[in-house]
């Protein structure tokens, strides 16, 4: 008949190394988590933690090379696009994907793993303070 598989919808991705993919998946989740985190404890209400999600994350998101490599645009943007940090998480991703992206791979971790680090600092930093905690 005319079943097709699952694997016939989609395309298919070469996943140049499915252990950096995993690593930057981790990392992404950990560092999302510690902002979420840092983004509680200073919000007022519900919605001021979407309007972090509004005006900060899906920005960066979207500039920071989901949709195009950064290496196209011309300067100042391909310079100015280096200074948004969620473009070392997609370019981390994509150097898992396919092989190659605007940085090395190891800047791209790097750079990633010191922000958690830094994320994460700020936000035991916060908890340990019990700034704004109920307790």
């Known amino acids: 008949g005319s079943e097709m598989c699952i ?14 993919g995993i690593l930057m998946a981790m990392l992404a989740s950990f560092m ?5 985190l840092i983004a509680a404890i200073y919000a007022q209400s519900f ?10 994350i899906m920005p960066l998101i ?5 949709f195009y490599p950064i290496s ?8 100015f696009s280096h200074l948004n940090p969620l473009f070392y ?3 981390g991703f994509r150097h898992a994907l396919i092989g190659f992206g605007d940085t090395s791979y190891l800047v791209a971790f790097g750079f990633s ?3 958690a680090v830094i994320l994460f600092i700020w936000a035991a930093w916060l908890i340990g303070k019990g700034h704004r905690l109920r307790g």
């Open 7 to 20: 694997r016939d919808r989609f395309a298919t991705l070469p996943w140049e190394s499915p252990f950096l």
């Open 89 to 91: 998480l997609i370019d």
């Open 72 to 79: 196209i645009l011309p300067d100042p943007w391909g310079k």
């Open 62 to 66: 979207f500039l920071g090379g989901v």
């Open 32 to 36: 999302f988590a510690q902002f979420g």
């Open 113 to 115: 793993g010191v922000l």
């Open 47 to 56: 919605d001021t933690i979407s309007m972090y999600t509004s005006f900060l």
